[in-house]
């Protein structure tokens, strides 16, 4: 699976959940967490997102006192992550259009 059919699929985890997030916000989500889709949590445990957890596994969360979660499949990460998002769902979208207003009045100023 490549990483905008994983971006579909989480995005269509949101929806079942009755909130869809548009597959390119989670897509840019997940490019951003992984550097590219290139990190070893990504490429060695299916951690797409940067996803956490309190319990200990061995992989020690570097800038926090968490682990990161180990997902046995991509399919596995989508539908936790997708089930995870839909809960933030507004905060996010709300989130990511201010930026984008943020970006317009910076643009329309010559910045």
Do not use: W
């Not at 967490?33 to 997102?49: D, I, M, P, R």
């Not at 046995?72 to 201010?98: H, M, Q, R, T, W």
């Amino acid at each position: 699976m490549n990483s905008r059919d994983l971006a579909e699929l989480v995005s269509q985890h949101t929806e079942r959940n009755g909130r869809k997030i548009p597959a390119t916000f989670i897509y840019a989500q997940m490019a951003h967490e992984t550097g590219g889709f290139k990190s070893e949590l990504a490429l060695k445990h299916n951690n797409f997102g940067g996803v956490t957890q309190v319990a200990p596994n061995g992989l020690d969360q570097p800038d926090g006192s968490n682990y990161y979660m180990d997902f046995g499949s991509p399919d596995e990460f989508a539908e936790y992550y997708g089930n995870y998002l839909s809960k933030y769902a507004d905060a996010l979208i709300n989130s990511c259009v201010v930026h984008v207003d943020d970006l317009f009045a910076l643009s329309s100023v010559g910045l």
